[in-house]
Every structure is written in structure tokens, then in C-alpha cells.
């Protein structure tokens, strides 16, 4: 096991046979010769510096139904807020004097924060940010919609493919929804000029070993900036609200895979990892994420962004936590990095 390890950090592949060895495989020194390389290639790479996004949740109005989601159009218990454009640019300025240099607007897909809004927003922020990362999360448009927002200064956009399996992605989602439509946004988005992320939910319902290889063969087709690896968790108010969350265990072991393939590539610690144990944060930079980023949502507003239950917002999670954030970095030998931290092929 610990050559194929070897042999992914030297060739940045595998064969799917060893994927699913290496996923399904409990024994703690493999794991944790796993983790060390990883961390090792991230060290390499980024030295111990971690990027920091300020993530600015700007509505949870949605038109889709995904199963999974805290806040599916169907969830009527959930109170639903748009933040103004002004609300935003506060946000920004706060974050900007607290040292983010990256904004990430996200949201539903919410047809009342029109693409013409959304690309004065995009502008108002370059014009006043020159030198900050615009990253938008906002779902699936037209190209057009994308082109637009790039040309209003967005650099980035995150569009998690969630499962590449087609039927997969059916059981996940309503059915106007399809993994081809979710692929060509992101292959627009890569031909418009975005960084661009994608990713997947570890353990959502009906995952199986074999779709996580299709995933992992997907993304090192698409070559993408940025991998979004979160272990999926149950809303209480979804379809999906008896499903067991998924393993921690997997998605540390997925981010340092995906580090071997992808040396420079952007990953963060998710929300999603920290959600599930309070070591989750740090768990995750441990095993060759890179990046975190803390919630700079008004803090009234946080509570109200629920896509699945317990998700922390608090402390370390929070923007004004961030001197928390840096010392619980030190304790591993980590520190906060106010750059604006785009992707490089090479560094
Ligand atoms: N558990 C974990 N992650 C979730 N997301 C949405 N709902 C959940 C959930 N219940 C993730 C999706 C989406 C991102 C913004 O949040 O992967 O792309």
C-alpha cells in the first residue's frame, strides 16, 4: 500500500483498483503515511502558510430542491434573507480590515439576485478591492451569465459536481437537474478564464466506493484550481434527514489524494469537516489542505445559511475568530497567510 502511496506522489496517478484499496483501507499506519505525504508535498508546495477566504453567504433563497440541502425550495421552515449590496460591501470592508484578500460570494441560486445585480456587486468590489480575489458560488447559470461576471472582475468560481455518476446524481437531486448540465457549467467556466473548483459530498446517501473513482477520474480530467471535499451531513428537514453523515476518515483520506495528484491545487479545510469535530479544521490542513475559509456572513444572517445541521460558525469558523483560527494553526506548526493566494501551475 505504502508504494502506491509512494507512486502517486511521484506520478500523480494510480489505477482505480489501487483508489479503492487505499479508500477502503483501515489500517491506521497506511492512513497516516498517506497524510504525511500529502502534508509533505502541501509544505513543499505552499510552506506552512495557510490561505484564509472570507465567505459572504449573500441569500438563502433557492430555486432547487436538491435533497440534501438545508435550504431546498421545499424547506419551508427556513427563514429566508437576501443581503443588500451594501450589506455585502460592509462585509467586505470588514473583512478587508481584518486581512482577507479573497471574497467568496455564495448563495442558492436565487432568481431574485439577478446576474445584472450580482455583476454590479462583482464591480462595486473590484473597484473598491483591486488588489482582493473575487470568487462567486452561486450554482449553475447561462454562459452568457458567466461571461458577465467575469468581465465584472470575478476571478473564481466553486460548482462542486457533487457525484459524476449520473444515476448517483439522480437519487441526489430533483429531477429538472443533471450531471451534464452541472459538467458543461464548469467546463464554460474553465473556457471563460475562472479558477475554478469543483468537488464532492464523501458519504452522501448512496455513495458507493466506485462513484468516488469515477469522481476522482473526473477531476483529473477537468485539471480544475480549486477541490472542495466536505464529508456530507444530514439536515433535519430534508428528505435526507435519517442519513447517516459521512466519515471523516474518507474525506481526510480523499484531500490527501487529491494533493498527491494535484500538488499546487487549492483545497480547503471544509466547514463541513470542522462541523463534524471540533479537530476537524486542523484534521484536515494535517492531511494537505491548504486553504480555510471562515465564515464573514453579518452575523445575523449565519444561523438563517443552514445547509446542514450543527454547522459551526462560531470561534475559529468565524472571521472575527481568526486570531483563534491562527493560534490553533500554530499548535501544528501552521500560520494564517493574508495573500491573496491564486492558483500557480508552477511555484
Ligand atoms: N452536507 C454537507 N455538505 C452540503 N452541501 C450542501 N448540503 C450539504 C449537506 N447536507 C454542500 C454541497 C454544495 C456546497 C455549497 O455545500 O456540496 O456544493
Known amino acids: 500500500m505504502k508504494q502506491w502511496i509512494d507512486s502517486l506522489r511521484k506520478e500523480h496517478q494510480l489505477p482505480d483498483e489501487a483508489y479503492k484499496q487505499l479508500l477502503t483501507c483501515l489500517d491506521a499506519d497506511v492512513t497516516s503515511y498517506l497524510h504525511q505525504q500529502a502534508r509533505e508535498v502541501t509544505l513543499s508546495c505552499f510552506g506552512n502558510k495557510i490561505y484564509i477566504r472570507g465567505l459572504i453567504e449573500i441569500s438563502n433563497c433557492c430555486r432547487n430542491d436538491c435533497l440534501y440541502c438545508g435550504i431546498r425550495k421545499s424547506n419551508t421552515q427556513v427563514e429566508r434573507y437576501r443581503l443588500t449590496k451594501e450589506q455585502i460591501l460592509e462585509c467586505c470592508k470588514e473583512g478587508y480590515a481584518l486581512g482577507f484578500r479573497t471574497f467568496v460570494l455564495q448563495g442558492g441560486e436565487d432568481r431574485a439576485q439577478p446576474v445584472d445585480w450580482v455583476a454590479e456587486v462583482v464591480q462595486a468590489?473590484?473597484?473598491q478591492y483591486p488588489d482582493c480575489a473575487i470568487t462567486l458560488s452561486l450554482g449553475e447559470m447561462t454562459r452568457n451569465d458567466y461571461e458577465r461576471l467575469y468581465k465584472a472582475g470575478a476571478n473564481r468560481y466553486l460548482l462542486r459536481h457533487e457525484t459524476y455518476n449520473s444515476t448517483h446524481y439522480?437519487?441526489?437531486?430533483p429531477k429538472q437537474m443533471n450531471i451534464?448540465?452541472?459538467?458543461q457549467c464548469l467546463r464554460w467556466l474553465k473556457e471563460i478564464g475562472f479558477q475554478t473548483g469543483t468537488g464532492i459530498m464523501v458519504?452522501?446517501?448512496h455513495q458507493h466506493i466506485s462513484h468516488i473513482i469515477e469522481d476522482i477520474r473526473f477531476i483529473e480530467k477537468l485539471q480544475p484550481q480549486m477541490i472542495g471535499i466536505g464529508p456530507f451531513i444530514p439536515h433535519q428537514d430534508t428528505p435526507f434527514a435519517q442519513q447517516p453523515a459521512g466519515s471523516v476518515d474518507m474525506t481526510l483520506k480523499l484531500i490527501s489524494i487529491f494533493r498527491l495528484m494535484f500538488p499546487t491545487v487549492l483545497i480547503p479545510s471544509t466547514t463541513a469537516l470542522a462541523s463534524l469535530g471540533s479537530d476537524g479544521r486542523l484534521r484536515g490542513i494535517l492531511a494537505g489542505a491548504n486553504v480555510v475559509m471562515p465564515n464573514l456572513s453579518p452575523a445575523t444572517t449565519r444561523k438563517k445559511y443552514a445547509l446542514y445541521n450543527n454547522k459551526a460558525s462560531l470561534g475559529a469558523e468565524a472571521a472575527e475568530g481568526l486570531d483563534l483560527l491562527g493560534k490553533q494553526l500554530a499548535t501544528i506548526?501552521?500560520?494564517i497567510s493574508t495573500e491573496r493566494g491564486d492558483y500557480k501551475k508552477q511555484l
Do not use: C, V
Open 203 to 205: 458519504g452522501s446517501p
Open 333 to 335: 506548526g501552521y500560520e
Open 170 to 173: 439522480t437519487t441526489l437531486h
Open 180 to 183: 451534464a448540465h452541472r459538467l
Open 125 to 127: 468590489i473590484r473597484l
